[in-house]
């Protein structure tokens, strides 16, 4: 699983390009200090490449074995960037991709734990409809309490990530304020409702969320 066929260093020498038996494509890596720090292919679905990671530290891979002879050390970790993610990967938590998959196909069971929030909430971007609502949102942050507004970007990031993986707005705004909702307290309609107006104003996807509340709201009538 997972043979090395060929390991090499490129043209420029500041890395090295791998060739997997599994995979019909080539990885750039970084070895430095321990970790090996894998560019993720372009192509490549995040299930997929999370899949791939995963059975790196699998008893039976070659993977980090011959990587560890190429470069002459010890590999403890492997880190990447994906979609503006930096995660880093250990034999400890490399069981990552089965919650992944899990959560991606069978939603009403799965669940992104609170360090998968704060990873993603550090590591991405806030996306905006314009500079004005960038300003706008500056302005209401200094009104507004921490909470709602640590709440709203992290509401809104949790869905710009699964909107990048394909999904539908409709089908995880629920899902992801549960999510970024990391205090888990329950009476939040009011702070939910002031974190989804800060939303409707300046997130890249307030309107289509207006839309969405508007409709929740004559359904539950």
Known sequence: MNKVVNIKEDICGRRSVVRLEDYAMDLYVVFADGELNILPPLDMHFVEFAKMIQQFFEKDSEFIPDMEKFFGEKINSIS???????????????????????????????????????????????????????????????????????????????????????????????????QANLTGDSSTGTIEGLATNMLVQCWKYGDELKKICIAKRRRAS
Do not use: C
């Open 80 to 178: 990447f960037e994906f979609n503006g993610i930096g995660l880093n990967i250990t034999p400890e938590n490399s069981f990552w991709y089965d919650i992944v998959e899990q959560f991606l196909y069978t939603k009403e069971t799965a669940w992104y734990g609170n360090g998968f929030v704060v990873t993603l909430d550090k590591n991405s971007a806030l996306q905006f409809k314009n500079e004005t609502a960038r300003a706008n949102w500056i302005k209401a942050a200094e009104k507004q309490s921490f909470d709602i507004i640590d709440l709203a970007r992290r509401w809104a990031k949790i869905m710009q990530f699964h909107l990048r993986e394909g999904e539908k707005l409709e089908d995880i705004v629920d899902m992801a304020y549960q």
